[in-house]
């Protein structure tokens, strides 16, 4: 009898065309209490691809775009500001990206968006998709 884990039972059918989007892992890493890294690694493993990155990085083809991110007319001060405190050379982790978001109330995609005008490099991706 083969055993399936839990992870991978809740990443196949949370799964669409082989694609998991990024909310939906990290919504399987909460309710597993695992780290997100983790799910995707389970991801991999099973030749599931993360997609439909929440801050816009990746994973937008099925709408005919690589990613959603894209160059804003302005950024806010008191946002630039946020971004540029939390940036260290030149680099913003993804977390940092999420709780600048979370404390403001905007869409976590709107600061793959921001980052991108102002000239900031998103890295350490929370599920471990990119450095």
């Given at each position: 009898?083969?055993?399936?884990?839990?992870?991978?039972?809740?990443?196949?059918?949370?799964a669409?065309?082989?694609?998991?989007p990024?909310?939906?892992?990290?919504?399987?890493?909460?309710?597993?209490?695992?780290?997100?890294?983790?799910?995707?690694?389970?991801?991999?493993r099973?030749?599931?691809?993360?997609?439909?990155?929440?801050?816009?990085l990746?994973?937008?083809?099925?709408?005919?775009e690589?990613?959603?991110?894209?160059?804003?007319?302005?950024?806010?001060?008191?946002?630039?500001?946020?971004?540029?405190?939390?940036?260290?050379?030149?680099?913003?982790?993804?977390?940092?990206?999420?709780?600048?978001?979370?404390?403001?109330?905007?869409?976590?995609?709107?600061?793959?968006?921001?980052?991108?005008t102002?000239?900031?490099?998103?890295?350490?991706?929370?599920?471990?998709?990119?450095?």
């Amino acid at each position: 009898m083969i055993v399936v884990s839990e992870s991978d039972q809740a990443i196949r059918e949370a799964a669409r065309g082989g694609l998991l989007p990024c909310a939906k892992a990290f919504g399987i890493a909460e309710r597993l209490g695992v780290a997100p890294d983790s799910v995707r690694a389970d991801a991999d493993r099973l030749g599931v691809r993360i997609s439909v990155c929440q801050l816009g990085l990746f994973g937008y083809d099925a709408f005919g775009e690589r990613r959603a991110a894209h160059r804003l007319s302005a950024v806010p001060p008191e946002l630039r500001r946020a971004l540029d405190e939390a940036t260290d050379d030149g680099r913003l982790a993804c977390v940092a990206a999420w709780r600048i978001a979370d404390e403001r109330g905007l869409p976590r995609l709107l600061m793959g968006s921001a980052a991108e005008t102002i000239g900031v490099r998103l890295c350490r991706c929370q599920l471990g998709c990119f450095d």
